[in-house]
């Protein structure tokens, strides 16, 4: 039996025995995504993080709480996407992209996961103008943006 499959039996052990006050203290103690993943693993842990932890005054407090202290305290994930370009003048990203907006009507598309430019958009007619500042917005499958002197493009 592996490593996983034995805490899983540990667990679900905890659940037979109606031991709830353990197995909250076991869910409040795992990181966000670890707590987010464990509402997939079966009906009866998703039911019971939906109750025990989301709609508990206590349980609340606590994820509050340690989500404060790590806002304040721990050290931010930083990734530099575009270096040596020092004017993003818009920003706009979702789980898979980010989307950097510039003057001169440029925009540059880049990869969450790698970090990497995926490509360059050039989003108004005259690419001379300086301050041509560009905003941009994110669809399921398209890149809307908008200059300063009004050129409108879609991108998919």
């Given at each position: 039996?592996?490593?996983?499959?034995?805490q899983?039996?540990?667990?679900?052990?905890l659940?037979?025995l109606?031991?709830?006050?353990?197995i909250?203290?076991?869910?409040l103690?795992?990181?966000?995504?670890?707590?987010?993943?464990?509402?997939?693993?079966?009906?009866?842990w998703?039911e019971?993080?939906q109750?025990?932890?989301?709609?508990?005054?206590?349980?609340?407090?606590?994820?509050?709480?340690?989500?404060?202290?790590q806002?304040?305290f721990?050290e931010p994930?930083v990734t530099?996407?575009?270096?040596?370009?020092?004017?993003i003048?818009?920003?706009?990203?979702?789980?898979e992209?980010?989307?950097?907006?510039?003057g001169r009507?440029?925009?540059?598309?880049?990869?969450?996961?790698?970090g990497?430019?995926k490509f360059?958009?050039?989003?108004?007619?005259?690419?001379?103008?300086?301050?041509?500042?560009?905003?941009?917005d994110?669809?399921?499958?398209?890149?809307?943006?908008?200059t300063e002197a009004?050129d409108?493009?879609?991108?998919?």
């Amino acid at each position: 039996m592996e490593s996983s499959e034995i805490q899983c039996e540990i667990l679900n052990r905890l659940f037979d025995l109606d031991l709830d006050e353990i197995i909250q203290k076991i869910f409040l103690n795992l990181d966000p995504l670890s707590l987010k993943n464990c509402k997939c693993v079966c009906s009866d842990w998703f039911e019971f993080i939906q109750k025990r932890l989301w709609n508990s005054k206590l349980a609340k407090r606590q994820l509050h709480k340690r989500l404060i202290n790590q806002w304040k305290f721990s050290e931010p994930f930083v990734t530099q996407y575009d270096e040596g370009i020092t004017e993003i003048l818009f920003l706009v990203g979702d789980d898979e992209i980010l989307v950097c907006g510039y003057g001169r009507g440029r925009a540059r598309v880049y990869d969450i996961s790698t970090g990497k430019l995926k490509f360059q958009l050039q989003c108004n007619s005259q690419p001379m103008r300086r301050y041509d500042e560009v905003q941009l917005d994110l669809g399921k499958n398209v890149i809307g943006s908008v200059t300063e002197a009004g050129d409108v493009s879609v991108w998919n």
